[in-house]
Nanobody
């Protein structure tokens, strides 16, 4: 029932920063949804990047921990991903995802835990 639209992607040099946004619509209580960012490079599986649940507990992939920060502004129905110290390995299509259910801790970055997906925004990091 929620519609998700990502924005903020682009091309940046290694070491640079980008902030992705995901706007949710079609629902009243955005704050109760579990939200996450995933990414997928050509020929590779979609992988979890970061998640934040209704209690604002967060989870990060080891590859981005310390560089990326996930946050949400429930008053604006918006999810964010601040990406700093970007590396060429971060190049991928980035997707926003949501679900009504709070995942188990071990499943927070599992693609199967999320029922609603945006169309993605491309991030390209050049060396």
């Amino acid at each position: 029932q929620m519609d998700l639209v990502e924005s903020g992607g682009g091309e940046v040099l290694a070491g640079g920063s980008l902030r992705l946004s995901c706007l949710g619509s079609g629902i009243r209580f955005f704050g109760v949804y579990s939200m996450a960012w995933f990414r997928q490079a050509p020929g590779k599986a979609r992988e979890g990047v970061a998640s934040i649940d209704r209690y604002e507990f967060t989870a990060y992939a080891d590859s981005v921990r310390g560089r990326f920060t996930i946050s949400r502004d429930n008053a604006k129905n918006t999810l964010y991903l601040q990406m700093n110290t970007l590396k060429p390995e971060d190049t991928a299509m980035y997707y926003c995802a949501s679900d009504r259910v709070v995942p188990a801790q071990s499943e927070r970055l599992n693609v199967d835990q999320y029922s609603t997906w945006g169309q993605g925004t491309q991030v390209t990091v050049s060396s």
